[in-house]
């Protein structure tokens, strides 16, 4: 069975945890969560699942950020959820699908126990542009039957901060994640550099022909 909202609204402070809580967020059974200002993308051409892939933080400033079709969008919730004996579910809203935008599509059922700020997957039909803070997706909850055990991953419980795929280390990766970014400035003036001898050398060598 699944929550009402007002069922919802009874159980936080123990079964249910979300932080901040606005009541105008209640809907009839589900609650609406909101979107970070900061979002991630990956910087490979080719994403591995049995490696860590590069990626960079991406700013929405305040008039905005145009989604661009193809890329896929990592952001999180600003709100800190906390659910115990029950099975949360995160879906996109209605209004933004309507636009084009696809929201937590392809992964919505969480579990029991789950602790963290939500990170969330969006993709692009077309250009779209979105807002930090818009009220992006949905979270409900269903009561489970039978004996439950919370989630403990070691890979996504308790975060603080959107989480790319570790799936790598399903496959015995054992190196810690860390952040894999390019610095373009370093590869930018590492091009110059060696654009700048070359022409340099072909000067030379013109020099010695004539």
Request: hydrophobic share 35%.
């Amino acid at each position: 069975m699944i929550l009402s909202g007002e069922e919802i609204r009874a159980r936080l402070g123990s079964e249910v945890q979300i932080s901040p809580f606005c009541e105008d967020a209640l809907n009839p059974n589900s609650v609406n969560l909101t979107l970070h200002n900061e979002l991630l993308v990956y910087e490979e051409v080719v994403l591995d699942v049995k490696e860590p892939n590069r990626f960079r933080r991406i700013q929405i400033p305040e008039d905005g950020l145009i989604l661009s079709p193809g890329q896929l969008y990592l952001g999180r919730t600003v709100e800190y959820t906390e659910t115990h004996n029950l099975v949360p579910m995160i879906e996109g809203r209605s209004s933004l699908s309507r636009l084009g935008l696809f929201v937590h599509c392809s992964s919505g059922m969480g579990n029991a126990g789950f602790c963290g700020h939500w990170t969330i997957e969006m993709f692009a039909v077309q250009p779209i542009r979105i807002y930090g803070g818009i009220r992006i997706c949905q979270i409900a909850y269903h009561e489970v039957v039978g004996t439950i055990r919370e989630y403990s991953s070691e890979k996504y419980q308790n975060n603080r901060d959107i989480q790319p795929s570790m799936m790598y280390k399903e496959f015995g990766y054992s190196r810690e994640y860390e952040q894999l970014q390019l610095d373009f400035n370093a590869l930018t003036a590492s091009c110059r550099e060696t654009s700048s001898y070359g022409v340099a050398e072909g000067r030379s060598s013109d020099s010695h022909t004539a």
